[in-house]
């Protein structure tokens, strides 16, 4: 086990309900095998409900609100997939303001799937590359990303992956970009 990430803290962000459970699940043990701490934030307390796909998976406890949640006590953002999740997240002000507030900061944030509609809602994709779950890609593109079609791709201190294929990639790349 590698201890890169020793002593660093990385949000999870989802929804009550609609995270893609196998996106939230790998990168959690990927942060964790690299001696990172993962913390599940979320728009309500409680737990949250993981899905496989359209079918109800395993619950989740949530560590803090994004109302709760101080940015600044974060050293880096996984914003997990699913379709569900990221287009609740988007509707959350709260959530939108504090993922953008990991942009502002430069912190490193890593996304997957559909969980860049919550970026473009952020308004943090202009001018970037990035990939996602490919129905998107008219959307990010109308918010002025280019858009590919890779297995991850880093832009500066954002890492994109587009499905639970690419989670090898993604979870080596984002555990690269918090050490």
Same mark, same amino acid.
């Given at each position: 086990?590698?201890?890169?990430?020793? %002593?660093?803290?990385?949000?999870?962000?989802?929804? !009550?309900?609609?995270?893609?459970?196998?996106?939230?699940?790998?990168?959690?043990?990927?942060?964790?095998?690299?001696?990172?701490?993962?913390?599940?934030?979320?728009?309500?307390? $409680?737990?949250?409900? %993981?899905?496989?796909?359209?079918?109800? $998976?395993?619950?989740?406890?949530?560590?803090?609100?994004?109302?709760?949640?101080?940015?600044?006590?974060?050293?880096? &953002? *996984?914003? !997990? %997939?699913?379709?569900?999740?990221?287009? =609740? &997240?988007?509707?959350?002000? $709260?959530?939108?303001?504090?993922?953008?507030?990991?942009?502002?900061?430069?912190?490193? *944030?890593?996304?997957?799937?559909? =969980?860049?509609?919550?970026?473009?809602?952020?308004?943090?994709?202009?001018?970037?590359?990035?990939?996602?779950?490919?129905?998107?890609?008219?959307? &990010?593109?109308?918010? $002025?990303?280019?858009?590919?079609?890779?297995?991850?791709?880093?832009? =500066?201190?954002?890492?994109?992956?587009?499905? !639970?294929?690419?989670?090898?990639?993604?979870?080596?790349? &984002?555990?690269?970009?918090?050490?």
């Amino acid at each position: 086990m590698t201890e890169q990430l020793s %002593g660093k803290t990385v949000a999870f962000v989802v929804a !009550p309900e609609g995270v893609e459970q196998v996106e939230l699940t790998e990168p959690w043990k990927a942060v964790q095998s690299a001696g990172g701490t993962p913390r599940l934030v979320s728009t309500q307390s $409680g737990t949250v409900q %993981g899905f496989n796909h359209l079918d109800k $998976g395993d619950t989740f406890d949530v560590d803090v609100t994004v109302d709760d949640a101080d940015v600044s006590t974060f050293d880096g &953002l *996984v914003l !997990p %997939g699913g379709v569900a999740n990221p287009d =609740a &997240l988007r509707l959350d002000k $709260g959530a939108v303001e504090f993922i953008k507030a990991f942009f502002d900061a430069q912190k490193p *944030v890593a996304a997957i799937c559909h =969980a860049p509609w919550t970026l473009i809602e952020a308004d943090v994709v202009r001018d970037r590359t990035l990939t996602s779950w490919p129905s998107l890609q008219t959307d &990010l593109r109308n918010a $002025g990303a280019t858009w590919v079609d890779e297995e991850v791709v880093e832009d =500066a201190n954002l890492v994109t992956s587009r499905k !639970p294929d690419d989670l090898p990639a993604f979870c080596d790349r &984002l555990v690269a970009s918090y050490a």
